[in-house]
């Protein structure tokens, strides 16, 4: 509640339970004990009184949201009750993601919470808000689907909506343009519950079907396609290069960057620019490294978009040019801006796990190795077990440990491939085990050999005939 003193916090917790009480023994509706709580306590902001009204503390309220991810066979994505209370204090916005979710838990609408809607991919907005997310999860639960989100089966049956789209207006229209946007919604937030070369094969074949009706599109359509033909390459750059295609990954990434430019979307400008930049930076090539980083940082909006740049794009190049200073004031401005900003989610987004984990990984690389393991359980911590993020984090915690402890660090690499299926590893997550694998070539612990005969008969991600394993 802003500057209220402690003292008048607890006085207002204890009339907002008497007014509660009260009304419900007259009989009030909902919304209008959160109207009476804002009548008699102005200090309230509309998401507040409506918790107050449901008689739910901060760790309820943030239980209650939980409870909607599990019932649609999601993970909750950590809520917590200091977010929450900057929520309801306006000193921050949640992702459309949450308010939809948060709404849902709170049995009302986004406008009685008071709660604001990000524009669909605008240019300061770091990720896509899901469109009519609520709606859909509402469906599958009334249904009895207990299943994820996201299937194997719902993953081509956008493309197959995108297809009915293009037969429908075969030059175009503004309603092909916003399926288009929720395409790219779905691929990005998605992204990491489907094997890299499926994924790829799937937004490829979007990407043509949008091509096809650019021809006879007007001006405005066409712009609007353009556009997400953008967003659709940057993606294929991304699992270009998670599937160790460097050179594929450069060809799309440029065209990204490109049609951001030509579009006016600096977003994408800026995400395409960091990526372009850790390729560079996987292949050693520190000098377009750095000069892709400091491209994307003049095109990146203020806020999680910097702090995504400074982790992703310049952080690595700085580290892997031993420039420890520079490095140790990029993760303090960055820091500062995780601080404040609002995480969103997606592989447009950027959240504490992954920003944590650059910050691990440029640690390591500078040789701080107990930072680097403090970090690196950071990150794990703020991550879903079992996704990707949770298997880099726990790869590079594996390489911080394995100078001093390499049974334990070849322990941690054998659970990570115990639980993820070899088409789910990514290059880089690859490329984490086989440098652990040569840090304990020496190594005489048993877990140690095993992860190397694990390692010798891992099958790679594309067979010779470039078909996925």
């Known amino acids: 509640m802003g500057g209220v003193t402690r003292d008048r916090r607890a006085e207002i917790q204890r009339e907002a339970s008497r007014i509660r009480a009260q009304c419900q023994r007259d009989g009030h509706t909902q919304e209008r004990i959160v109207t009476t709580l804002r009548t008699a306590l102005p200090e309230l902001t509309a998401l507040e009184a409506w918790r107050l009204a449901l008689g739910w503390s901060r760790p309820q309220a943030v239980r209650e949201v939980a409870a909607i991810y599990r019932a649609d066979g999601l993970r909750p994505p950590g809520l917590t009750q200091a977010t929450l209370c900057r929520y309801e204090h306006g000193q921050e916005q949640p ?33 896509p808000p899901p469109l009519h997310y609520g709606q859909h999860q509402r469906e599958e639960t009334i249904t009895g689907r207990k299943g994820p989100m996201t299937t194997a089966s719902g993953l081509p049956a956008i493309r197959e909506s995108v297809q009915w789209a293009v037969l429908d207006a075969p030059g175009g229209s503004p309603a092909l343009v916003t399926l288009a946007e929720a395409a790219v919604e779905h691929y990005a937030l998605n992204y990491s519950k489907h094997p890299p070369a499926v994924l790829l094969e799937e937004v490829r ?27 659709l390459s940057a993606l294929l750059g991304n699992l270009a290069y998670h599937l160790d295609d460097r050179a594929g990954a450069r060809t799309h990434l440029t065209l990204a960057g490109a049609l951001g430019e030509s579009t006016r979307e600096p977003a994408l400008t800026a995400w395409s620019s960091g990526a372009l930049a850790m390729v560079a930076t996987a292949r050693r090539d520190w000098d377009h490294a750095r000069e892709h980083a400091r491209y994307g940082l003049q095109h990146a909006p203020a806020g999680l978009r910097r702090a995504q740049l400074l982790g992703w794009a310049l952080l690595p190049t700085l580290a892997a040019t031993q420039q420890a200073s520079e490095a140790d004031d990029v993760v303090s401005e960055s820091d500062e801006i995780m601080r404040s900003a609002m995480e969103l989610p997606g592989r447009f987004g950027y959240d504490c796990a992954e920003h944590r984990l650059h910050v691990a990984e440029a640690n390591l690389t500078l040789e701080r190795f107990g930072r680097a393991a403090d970090v690196a359980r950071e ?43 070899p088409p789910r590893l990514r290059a880089t997550a690859r490329d984490r085990l086989t440098r652990l694998g040569r840090l304990l070539d020496t190594s005489t612990a048993g877990s140690a050999t095993e992860l190397a005969e694990r390692l010798r008969t891992l099958p790679a991600p594309i067979r010779a005939d470039g078909t996925a394993a």
């Open 95 to 127: 992702g459309d993601e949450y308010r939809l979710m948060i709404s849902r838990a709170y049995g009302a609408n986004p406008d009685q919470l008071g709660l604001a809607t990000n524009c669909l991919w605008c240019s300061t907005c770091a990720s």
């Open 205 to 231: 074949e979007t990407r043509n079907l949008l091509s096809t009706a650019m021809a006879g599109a007007d001006r405005t359509v066409t712009e609007g396609l353009r556009r997400q033909v953008g967003w």
């Open 379 to 421: 990150s794990i911590a703020a991550a879903p077990a079992e996704t990707p993020a949770w298997v880099a984090a726990t790869l590079v915690l594996a390489l911080a440990e394995a100078r001093d402890s390499p049974d334990q660090a070849a322990t941690r690499a054998l659970g990570v491939l115990d639980q993820i299926p």
